[in-house]
T-cell receptor, first 111, second 113 residues
Framework: DQQVKQNSPSLSVQEGRISILNCDYT??????FLWYKKYPAEGPTFLIS?????DKNEDGRFTVFLNKSAKHLSLHIVPSQPGDSAVYFC??????????FGTGTRLQVFP | GAGVSQTPSNKVTEKGKYVELRCDPI?????LYWYRQSLGQGPEFLIY????????DSGLPNDRFFAVRPEGSVSTLKIQRTERGDSAVYLC???????????FGPGTRLLVL
């Protein structure tokens, strides 16, 4: 049973436009959510996180939105840059320590 | 400062052999985690250490897998009688405390022939 789902395996966006990556979860006990970015042959790199007590967190070009009633979160990247091309993983935890990851979305930003 | 390091970066072994994978966490981080990532999947939790003790080993797939962290710093993941299905990238992460952001190492790519 996949508790964290990223239903879009890939996304292609033009440079300068907004990239929106989506993530859905099923476990209502999740209270902390994170996004990681992964380049080939490297480990995941932490990008941004949000606690369940918030509905938005912003860091530079990256904003994460959380909709608890819909059990949905999204990552917005604006403006998108070619260096943003990577696989993005959504992860969640439930007042414990282990992270539950989605299957990832491959973002390609083209000129 | 240095990030999480993992050695070896790649390991090729034969079915039935024993392997050890090493993780050096960020200095001062008390929590250490092991995950496994198969092709096309996200990382899957294996085991978590708080200090020297395994606080949660619920993700270990079977008793062929074992991990230690004897001095509360470096950790070793040990796999006995390897099987082809063990082929994956093994990721280690550490965090300052168990409630803070986890930072990942580059992973060890294990291939069992």
């Amino acid at each position: 049973d996949q508790q964290v789902k990223q239903n879009s395996p890939s996304l292609s966006v033009q440079e300068g436009r907004i990239s929106i990556l989506n993530c859905d979860y099923t476990n209502s006990m999740f209270d902390y959510f994170l996004w990681y970015k992964k380049y080939p042959a490297e480990g995941p790199t932490f990008l941004i996180s949000i606690s369940s007590i918030k509905d938005k967190n912003e860091d530079g070009r990256f904003t994460v939105f959380l909709n608890k009633s819909a059990k949905h979160l999204s990552l917005h990247i604006v403006p998108s840059q070619p260096g943003d091309s990577a696989v993005y993983f959504c992860a969640a935890s439930a007042n414990t320590d282990k992270l539950i990851f989605g299957t990832g979305t491959r973002l390609q930003v083209f000129p | 400062g240095a990030g999480v390091s993992q050695t070896p970066s790649n390991k090729v072994t034969e079915k039935g052999k024993y392997v050890e994978l090493r993780c050096d966490p960020i200095s001062g981080h008390t929590a250490l985690y092991w995950y496994r990532q198969s092709l096309g999947q996200g990382p899957e939790f294996l085991i978590y250490f708080q200090g020297t003790g395994a606080a949660d080993d619920s993700g270990l797939p079977n008793d062929r897998f074992f991990a230690v962290r004897p001095e509360g710093s470096v950790s070793t993941l040990k796999i006995q009688r390897t099987e082809r299905g063990d082929s994956a990238v093994y990721l280690c992460a550490s965090s300052r405390t168990n409630q803070e952001t986890q930072y990942f190492g580059p992973g060890t790519r294990l291939l069992v022939l």
